[in-house]
């Protein structure tokens, strides 16, 4: 499962966040970028020792910095069976093009070091013995 895939269908659900410092923030994910950046609303922010605490409107955390993410577990089950009907969709769907005996390509007349121009097909590429 990808992280940012997990975080992407997490938008707007709760979270807990510990930075490498031990910092921890809890709170609503409103945005989360590439870098894994997020942005985060209504915060309780405990210090490292966990003595105190802050309660904030909202707060941007660097990616870079984070520890790691805790998501509620009904989120990583749906976001693992929405991949998986993904994934079954695109298996359902490649074969349908021609047939399946070649592979890749975009359907153009092979061309390249295996293609021989115009003579007949004999056992393939390189340049083992000839027949």
């Not at 070649?102 to 083992?128: D, L, S, W």
Request: glycine share 16%.
């Amino acid at each position: 499962m990808l992280p940012l895939s997990l975080l992407n269908a997490a938008q707007n659900k709760p979270m807990l966040v510990e930075l490498k410092n031990g910092e921890t923030f809890n709170g609503h994910l409103v945005n989360c970028d590439n870098f894994m950046n997020i942005t985060l609303r209504e915060v309780y922010q405990t210090n490292a020792e966990g003595d105190r605490f802050w309660k904030l409107k909202e707060c941007y955390i660097r990616g870079s910095t984070i520890k790691y993410l805790r998501v509620p577990d009904h989120l990583l089950d749906m976001v693992k069976e929405e991949q998986n009907r993904a994934r079954e969709m695109g298996r359902n769907s490649r074969g349908a093009h021609g047939g399946g005996a070649t592979r890749g390509g975009r359907g153009a007349p092979q061309r390249g070091r295996g293609g021989m121009r115009g003579a007949p097909i004999r056992g393939g590429r390189g340049r083992g013995r000839g027949a």
